[in-house]
């Protein structure tokens, strides 16, 4: 199971990537597989501010939708639109060209305080 | 004093294949009271290999019976909807079997396997339901056996389902549309139907359940992919028949499900009849009606809301799915009949938005 070591993960099996005070959103490899055939993609406005837990995308594969929570509080700033023509594109690329949302961050210490790559292995054993 | 009601153990059962399943990487999900694979490696995988090639489903959970003796055609004249008497020997035929009001309790195939002997193939849900309303209908000259448990089943469906067949079999003929054929092999009785519910030619196949695996494994071998649930409700929605429990249910006729022709009002007399003769006279009130969505967008699914143009909420769906061969929203609605004319646009509500449908013609998926 691929989980990069330079990202943040949640329990919902989400992925984050800091850079500034900007955090890239996808969900993990483990995920996707998980959820195949990813047919739809619902993504956050941008400008919308959310507080972490907030349910705020929504991935949906032929059987079901899954709901997708924003990791942490901040300003979403952009979605992938890419994904409104492609969907699969969180399957085939889940920490590349499929990322969902991007979010400036209220506090990088949220960020900082997500599982690392090690604690996301050992939660999806 | 407050009455403690014990809770029911809802025990799950298991498909004689279920071991398979588990070396096949089927992933588990509970249906209808069983333990069934959702899908192997791709619904949209799944659903393309039946559409172009060959797939399987293991149908084990569904219910059969066995019906015999003499008469048993004339009495479940009385008690189905659709004209046994049409049934050759070797026949099969899809049919619904009506509460009193003519609402649908059940779907189903039955089979003429010889004069006076009838195999009906059931719903898994409605297998205990079924047997307890034909068991209170049921004249005393007439046995009805639920041998469910002693069957594995299988669905082998695609283009190339027939070629898969006589892989195993190249010296069985498989039967004509609809029809069904038994017959003996490794000291087996096997018997197969050419029926299925994915709108491609293929068969049913049935074998005693402690070799169902091996035959599963055989057809897999011969080509045919397995499939699991998941495909098997796109397949079928796509081409239009009902699930029942969603678009069927106890309190609709199969008049308004848009089922007319599986039932023969002029037969005679049978349970449900008088309540579709008057519906008749009468006219509908709704139809259930095939809605496409005219752009992209959100997959439709069960239960969302449907809205009239003017903003009235009409109706719900009672299926919906991003259709793997149209790639479009698909669903069924019952929708009263100002709004059920071909051509009519109305909404599917999705979490607050609206995504615009069009009423179609049935089915959503013509072959070619």
Known sequence: MNVPENLRYTSDHEWILLEGDIATVGITDHAQEELTDVVFVELPDEGRTCDAQDP???????????????????????GNIDLDGDPALVNTDPYGAGWLFKVRVRDTADVEALMDADGYKSLIG | MAHTVAPVSETIQESPLAALHEELGGKMIPFAGWNMPVQYTSIMDEHSAVRNDVGIFDISHMGQFILEGAGAEDWLNKVLTNDVCKLDVGGGQYTLMLNENGGVIDDMIIYRQAEGRIFLVVNASMIDVDYAWLAKHLTDELSLINVSEAWAGMAVQGPNASAAFTKLFPEQELPTRNGMAMWCCEGESLIVCRTGYTGEDGFEFFSPSNSGSAWFQR?????????????????????????NGSDLSSTRTPLEAGLGFFCVLDKGGFIGRDVLVRQKEDGLKERLVALQYTGKGAPPRAHYEVFSKEGELISELTSGVLSPSLKQGIGLAYLPVSHAKLGTLVDVGVRGRKFEAKVVKKPFYKKG
């Open chain 2, 219 to 243: 057809f897999v071998d011969a080509g045919a992919k397995p499939c699991g649930l998941g495909a098997r409700d796109s397949l079928r929605l796509e081409v239009c028949y009902p699930l």
């Open chain 1, 56 to 78: 705020i995308a929504v991935v949906e594969s032929v059987k079901a939708a899954s709901d997708i929570y924003c990791p942490v509080a901040g300003e979403i700033t952009e």
